[in-house]
């Protein structure tokens, strides 16, 4: 009798594999596995052989996102039922596999193993059609499940091989152990390339200094935002706490926007050591009449249009000044303006705190 | 509340998904960027009208996971892709900021 397991299991869609492994709401999941279907010959329950709870999320997101179809081998051999034991026995040796998946009309009836070539042996009986040999206890995969599915499969079951199924049990594949721990490794390292490529090279995320410089253009709110996004996800790549991260980002922005709104144009000089984060916005014009003035919160000289988008609140140069340690600002209307935002960094904030009580 | 959670208590739609489960524990409305970046607290939805790609820049620099774009205003197609980009929810609706502000105040259980 054929006996499908995984159809006692609904299998989530796509997304919702991928959110679930991403937030806490993965009891879900664990409650599907652990339904035990109907007629299980098994020892106990064994899972994957990783944390799920606390695993890195990228190793977590591959088990789940990867489906058993992305893993398995397609090109299969297959018999009938009516192929001989010794017909079996020719086609394993010459491809050196172990079993053969046994298939009608492309529904799969069983699998014959090299087990059961040497049986049909011993009993003399080589010319016997494969029905009367083959296991019949089938284990089947379904194509969508993710190889989530397929992990623990391995670990609860002593198959070496699970058939594949698509939605019309058709057999589409076969799916064995190796199948799995090559794709995987081929995957996670995929995976950390592209987190290194992400968070620049080691060195850069571990230790020194890192300075970026950004060119920004009058009235291009096309591009707006994109040096203090971009620096934002350096400070991320070095685990900056939010806080202090956060503080980085307002003043990079602002001035940043001020460059885009009020000057001909400038550039964005970031630098940052261990210590602390330089943040400068420095352009050509036209520079501001009174500094002071430009200070104060709510002065602002932006036009209707510019205000229409949600800028012109006076409340730019107010933000730096009030995240930053440090904080200059230079203008000459003929020269241009020149603001310089420092901002220390937790561990030498605390330094500094600490040498200040030594003193007192 | 889920981010997921705006579309039970404001009628709209999700122009973009963001992280939908991604936790919202308060909620700013302004319509002035450097009021946003100044004042409005992390993990909150942004409640607005201004529709460009900038306000995502901000709700991105801010830790905003969502932006509620009230009134009916539309989203342009750099706003989209930006959000998209950045993984941050863009709700519109046809409500006003006032509506969409205690509805969401009430979802939040502060009134
Ligand atoms: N780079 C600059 N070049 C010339 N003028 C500037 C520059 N930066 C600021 N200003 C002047 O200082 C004023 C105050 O700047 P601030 O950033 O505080 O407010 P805002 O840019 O007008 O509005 P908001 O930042 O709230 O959107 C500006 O309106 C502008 O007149
Ligand atoms: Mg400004």
């Not at chain 1, 571990?206 to 253009?217: A, C, L, M, P, S």
């Amino acid at each position: 009798m054929l006996q499908i397991f995984q159809r006692h299991l609904s299998i989530p869609l796509r997304d919702e594999v991928y959110r679930n492994s991403r937030s806490i709401s993965r009891s879900k999941w664990t409650e599907r596995l652990h339904l035990q279907p109907k007629n299980i010959y098994t020892t106990g329950m064994q899972s994957i052989p990783i944390n799920t709870y606390d695993s890195p999320t990228a190793v977590l997101e591959l088990i789940y996102k990867l489906k058993v179809k992305d893993v398995m081998t397609s090109d299969i051999h297959t018999s009938t039922p009516s192929t001989t034991m010794g017909q079996v026995r020719t086609i394993l040796k010459a491809n050196s596999i172990t079993g053969l998946p046994v298939i009608e009309n492309k529904q799969i009836l069983g699998i014959v193993s090299m087990e059961d070539v040497l049986q049909a042996l011993d009993a003399g009986r080589i010319d016997a059609p494969v029905e009367q040999y083959m296991s019949k206890k089938l284990i089947v995969l379904e194509e969508d499940m993710p190889i989530f599915f397929a992990i623990s499969y391995f670990g609860r079951y002593s198959y070496r091989r699970f058939p594949v199924i698509n939605k019309a049990n058709e057999l589409v594949g076969i799916v064995t152990s190796r199948d799995i721990t090559t794709k995987l490794l081929l995957e996670a390292n995929r995976e950390i390339e592209r987190l290194e490529d992400e968070t620049g090279t080691p060195q850069e995320v571990y230790t020194g200094q890192i300075e970026r410089w950004f060119t920004v253009q009058s009235y291009d709110f096309e591009n707006a935002g994109f040096a203090s996004t971009e620096i934002k996800k350096i400070l991320k790549g070095r685990s900056i706490n939010s806080q202090t991260a956060r503080r980085i980002a307002i003043s990079a922005y602002e001035l940043e926007m001020n460059l885009v709104v009020h000057s001909k144009g400038g550039s964005i000089h970031f630098l940052m050591d261990d210590s602390r984060v330089l943040v400068q916005a420095d352009d050509t014009g036209p520079g501001i009449e009174d500094v002071e003035a430009a200070l104060t919160e709510g002065y602002t000289t932006a036009t209707e249009w510019i205000r229409s988008l949600g800028f012109g609140a006076g409340m730019g140069l107010p933000n730096v000044q009030r995240v930053s340690d440090e904080f200059s600002l230079t203008s000459e209307p003929s020269r241009g303006t020149h603001a310089k935002s420092i901002i220390l960094l937790p561990r030498h904030e605390q330094k500094q705190i600490n040498q200040t009580a030594q003193k007192e | 509340m889920k981010v997921q959670a705006i579309q039970d208590c404001i009628t709209g739609e999700f122009k973009t998904q963001g992280d939908p489960a991604a936790e919202i524990q308060n909620a700013y409305t302004s319509d002035l960027l450097s009021d946003v970046m100044g004042n409005a607290p992390a993990d909150s939805v942004l409640i607005t009208v201004q529709g460009h790609k900038n306000t995502v820049a901000v709700a991105n620099l801010v830790g905003m996971p969502a932006i509620i774009l009230c009134n009916g205003r539309s989203v342009p197609q750099d706003m989209q892709e930006s959000a998209e980009q950045e993984e941050i929810a863009l709700y519109t609706t046809n409500l006003d900021q006032f509506t969409a502000s205690y509805k969401i105040a009430h979802a939040l259980g502060k009134i």
